[in-house]
């Protein structure tokens, strides 16, 4: 019977998890295939984007600034990574 | 009564998240055996339950075998930088450590099938819950 006591650490354990549970499902594919690409993906954007490059022309150094910013927040996701590689040849008009 | 029906809760519980453990290892296994096929992934990765590190444990930790281990098939020794790599992708995801944590992981360990050594990484470290 004493295996049976609930407690209220009990209670929040379980709802902690339910939260978590409920998140939605994880995309392994993203995880596997992020694991060999990603890095490569992240050397040669951050070299391309780099607001250094684009100096004269203020947009585009602000465009170069958050594209480099949210590089450096996804850098181990490969599908985000495409995203803003698509996103930084057509606002940055690079070659990649 | 009520703690009859909380025992019994709890047995449902821990049977729902023994489930839980197996598909995230089956979904991942999928994923890699796919990736590795399509010729997405260069090695094939595979995921399993390991003992885990003791001195990592945390509330959720299971008893026994609390340990989220992942081989990679490479044919010899993982140069450290890319164990550290595959580590850092799975660390990457909040999701999916969040998950492994509540499911009663409390270590993720990375290695190849040859050679001795590899790398192990505390979960409880990248957790944040609350957060989002």
Redesign the interface.
């Known amino acids: 019977m004493l295996l049976g006591r609930s407690t209220k650490y009990d209670d929040k354990r379980s709802r902690i998890k339910q939260q978590v549970k409920s998140e939605g499902d994880i995309d392994f594919g993203n995880i596997v295939n992020s694991a060999f690409g990603a890095e490569a993906l992240y050397k040669e954007l951050i070299c391309k984007c780099h607001p250094d490059r684009f100096a004269p022309d203020i947009n585009k150094v602000a465009v170069a600034n958050d594209i480099t910013e949210r590089l450096g927040k996804h850098k181990n996701d490969i599908k985000k990574l495409k995203e803003l590689k698509v996103e930084a040849i057509n606002k940055l008009n690079i070659n990649l | 009564m009520?703690?009859?029906?909380?025992?019994?809760t709890?047995i449902i519980?821990w049977f729902r998240?023994r489930q839980?453990r197996v598909q995230?290892i089956a979904?991942?296994n999928?994923?890699?055996r796919?990736?590795f096929i399509n010729g997405?992934?260069?090695?094939h990765?595979e995921a399993c339950v390991s003992r885990g590190y003791r001195p990592y444990k945390h509330?959720?930790s299971n008893f026994f075998n609390s340990g989220f281990r992942i081989k990679v098939f490479y044919g010899k020794q993982l140069s450290k930088q890319d164990t550290v790599?595959?580590g850092?992708?799975?660390l990457?995801?909040d999701?999916?450590v969040?998950?492994l944590?509540?499911l009663g992981f409390d270590t993720l360990e990375v290695h190849s099938d040859v050679g001795t050594y590899g790398c192990r990484w505390q979960l409880r470290d990248y957790i944040m819950?609350g957060e989002g």
Do not use: C, H, Y
């Open positions: 009520p703690s009859l029906v909380n025992f019994w709890r519980d998240d839980d995230l979904g991942f999928r994923a890699a796919e990736a997405e992934a260069p090695t990765l509330q959720f790599n595959i850092n992708v799975i990457a995801n999701t999916l969040r998950r944590v509540v819950i």
